[in-house]
């Protein structure tokens, strides 16, 4: 439901709240406050968006390229990424966003959502807004996501009040999934810690030796923080 009051014939003048509209799997429905955004992604939704502000990046070998997504609201540019079943927006805290409390912990970031349910990219996030959110969806400078199955992954680089860089490669993630979830995240890395500082066993079809010298140690979990958080590469053996 939404209470639209146009003052011109522009699409994001209404008014909106999240009683009215309270979707759980979208950032508006979360964000607690009297005037959230919509979302990108909602936005598409209801042919809001020209078509200049959507881009459809088919998923194939060898990708290695650079998108620029602008801040969600009254911008204009690339606002909605596609890729594949993977639909990215970029958020700011300005304008009806000030208050959405994902941005008021002080991180602008990219969401993902998978077709329409946004992803829980921090599924132990702990802190004041814990209790409040069930899912943390913001990539951060450096940090990437990627989805074994389909082969992809994403990496946010540097991020502005004007926009994002994304990067879309392609590429053989399997050596990294530890928990066989097919995507590559902070659960992948909390269990490769477990393996190497707390004497957790290893399942058979793990293999937890990123870098081939015998043993899992400190060394290997650096290769797990260095390709989720710092845009590294996949680790290779030698």
């Keep these: 439901y939404v209470s639209a009051n146009k003052t011109s014939y522009n699409p994001y003048k209404l008014s909106c709240n999240s009683y009215q509209y309270w979707d759980v799997s979208d950032p508006m429905g979360l964000a607690q406050t009297s ?64 208050n959405l409390q994902y941005l008021s912990l002080g991180n602008n970031g990219v969401f993902i959502r998978y077709n329409a349910e946004l992803l829980n990219l921090y599924p132990n996030v702990n802190g004041a807004y814990a209790s409040a959110f069930k899912i943390f969806p913001l990539l951060r400078p450096g940090d990437s996501f990627a989805d074994v199955k389909f082969g992809l992954r994403i990496i946010v680089g540097p991020i502005s009040q004007e926009g994002a860089e994304v990067k879309i490669q392609t590429g053989n993630y399997a050596k990294l999934d530890m928990d ?3 995507v ?17 066993p290893i399942p058979t079809d793990v293999v937890a030796d990123l870098n081939c010298d015998g043993v899992v140690d400190v060394i290997d979990v650096l290769l797990m923080v260095n390709f989720i958080h710092r845009s590294g590469p996949v680790p290779v053996c030698g």
């Design 35 to 98: 005037s959230p955004e919509f979302s990108t992604y909602n936005k598409n939704l209801l042919h809001w968006l020209e078509p200049s502000n959507v881009v459809n990046q088919p998923i194939g070998p060898n990708l290695n390229l650079i998108h620029s997504l602008k801040p969600n609201g009254y911008g204009t540019g690339l606002l909605l990424l596609k890729v594949g079943q993977y639909n990215l927006e970029y958020r700011i805290p300005v304008d009806y966003d000030q």
């Design 180 to 182: 066989k979830s097919e």
């Design 184 to 200: 590559i995240d902070v659960v992948d890395l909390d269990y490769i810690t477990k393996y190497a500082f707390q004497g957790a």
